[in-house]
T-cell receptor, first 113, second 112 residues
Framework: GENVEQHPSTLSVQEGDSAVIKCTYS??????FPWYKQELGKRPQLIID?????GEKKDQRIAVTLNKTAKHFSLHITETQPEDSAVYFC????????????FGSGTQLTVLP | DTAVSQTPKYLVTQMGNDKSIKCEQN?????MYWYKQDSKKFLKIMFS???????INETVPNRFSPKSPDKAHLNLHINSLELGDSAVYFC???????????FGSGTRLTVV
């Protein structure tokens, strides 16, 4: 099945700095790459996604980049704020079923005031 | 209006018991899922189901079974609960292949 690796597992940044989280995937047929944010005690929520026909997508302070050749994609958060503190998960379609997502192991982002 | 709702939110039960968790979505999505999130926050797919296809992840014990009375509901039944089943279980739904998920609020299951 799809193998999704996510780094780093923890990330601390000063408020206002940028944060970057990286993921790699194994199935070259994968074509959809979402990112989810999970605040403490809450449900994961979709914050941005990218499909394989584009290399970059932006939504205000967050952006996702995709390198299909290298099979990796990254989440970029600029001008970080304390409310960005959460666990972030990348995901890719599970091999054999485009409907199932395999999630990365998560990154605990802490934004220090 | 809650898009994906799960009940109960908390469930504490003894080893060996049988329990169910209910999930309902009002988004009109065609596919529903169950994920298990362990203490290290790993999110692991258990099942996906639409009206044509049930896909069971190969690592899920057969003590776990999904039941879908209609396309808006996917309940999770667990037989002979074990200590290792303690986790947060999330229901989710999506529309079409490669659609973004909407998650429920989770059910924290504690087996004692």
């Amino acid at each position: 099945g799809e193998n999704v690796e996510q780094h780093p597992s923890t990330l601390s940044v000063q408020e206002g700095d940028s944060a970057v989280i990286k993921c790699t995937y194994s199935d070259s047929a994968s074509n959809y790459f979402p990112w989810y944010k999970q605040e403490l005690g809450k449900r994961p929520q979709l914050i941005i996604d990218i499909r394989s026909n584009v290399g970059e997508k932006k939504d205000q302070r967050i952006a996702v980049t995709l390198n299909k050749t290298a099979k990796h994609f990254s989440l970029h958060i600029t001008e970080t704020q304390p409310e960005d503190s959460a666990v972030y998960f990348c995901a890719a379609p599970h091999s054999g079923s485009a409907r199932q997502l395999t999630f990365g192991s998560g990154t605990q982002l802490t934004v220090l005031p | 209006d809650t898009a994906v709702s799960q009940t109960p939110k908390y469930l504490v039960t003894q080893m060996g018991n049988d329990k169910s968790i209910k999930c309902e979505q009002n988004l009109g999505h065609d596919t529903m899922y169950w994920y298990k999130q362990d203490s290290k926050k790993f999110l692991k797919i258990m099942f996906s189901y639409n009206n044509k296809e049930l896909i069971i992840n190969e690592t899920v014990p057969n003590r776990f079974s999904p039941k879908s009375p209609d396309k808006a509901h996917l309940n999770l039944h667990i037989n002979s609960l074990e200590l290792g089943d303690s986790a947060v279980y999330f229901c989710a739904s999506s529309q079409g292949p490669s659609g973004g998920y909407t998650f429920g609020s989770g059910t924290r299951l504690t087996v004692v």
